[in-house]
T-cell receptor, first 115, second 113 residues
């Protein structure tokens, strides 16, 4: 386990379809974060888990988005009824409990293209 | 006004040049200041981290924070073509929200051989 793993790396989907992404954090990390990065912008915070509990959701996370971390290990991010505006890089990061934001490690991201 | 402002560039310099990258911010609660490097189609990787005001040096990289001016900088000395990437500044508050990063837009840097 050398880092945060995200799958798939790239997903192309038709507008209106549902998509699901997976994130496997560094094994001993309790905290897991999702960020979204659109072209030409920095990453924006979406949501945060401590173990299996989702402790914060950004207002960017509309009701079409749902994130889970059922056993406190891997996490999934689902987008229902995708729209072209959902096209972005979805980044996952993880850190130790009590760790600072600076101590989070990012995965390589899942690039979503909605056509 | 965004909480963190960063000139997106692009910035193009010759190999060996000193590069200066900057961000300004508006949220006085920010206490932790980070610089990330992001290669094309990759995730961000942490370069430098500074708490509160002051300077920090790591090899060819120097990070500066001036909280009174709400201004942070990253200097790269003897820049190399391998430094070509997007540089993102990021910040977080202390206390209960210390897990959440607020990023700038990123500055695209090209170092020409």
């Amino acid at each position: 386990d050398t880092g945060v793993s995200q799958n798939p790396r790239h997903k192309i989907t038709k507008r209106g379809q549902n998509v699901t992404f997976r994130c496997d954090p560094i094994s001993e990390h309790n905290r897991l974060y999702w960020y979204r990065q659109t072209l030409g912008q920095g990453p924006e915070f979406l949501t945060y888990f401590q173990n299996e509990a989702q402790l914060e959701k950004s207002r960017l996370l509309s009701d079409r988005f749902s994130a889970e971390r059922p056993k406190g290990s891997f996490s999934t991010l689902e987008i229902q009824r995708t729209e072209q505006g959902d096209s972005a890089m979805y980044l996952c990061a993880s850190s130790l409990e009590g760790g600072l934001a600076s101590e989070a490690f990012f995965g390589q991201g899942t690039r979503l293209t909605v056509v | 006004q965004k909480e963190v402002e960063q000139d997106p560039g692009p910035l193009s310099v010759p190999e060996g040049a000193i590069v200066s990258l900057n961000c300004t911010y508006s949220n006085s609660a920010f206490q932790y200041f980070m610089w990330y490097r992001q290669y094309s189609r990759k995730g961000p990787e942490l370069l430098m981290y500074t708490y509160s005001s002051g300077n920090k040096e790591d090899g060819r990289f120097t990070a500066q924070v001036d909280k009174s001016s709400k201004y942070i900088s990253l200097f790269i000395r003897d820049s190399q073509p391998s430094d070509s990437a997007t540089y993102l500044c990021a910040m977080s508050a202390s206390g209960g929200s210390n897990y959440k990063l607020t990023f700038g837009k990123g500055t695209l840097l090209t170092v020409n051989p």
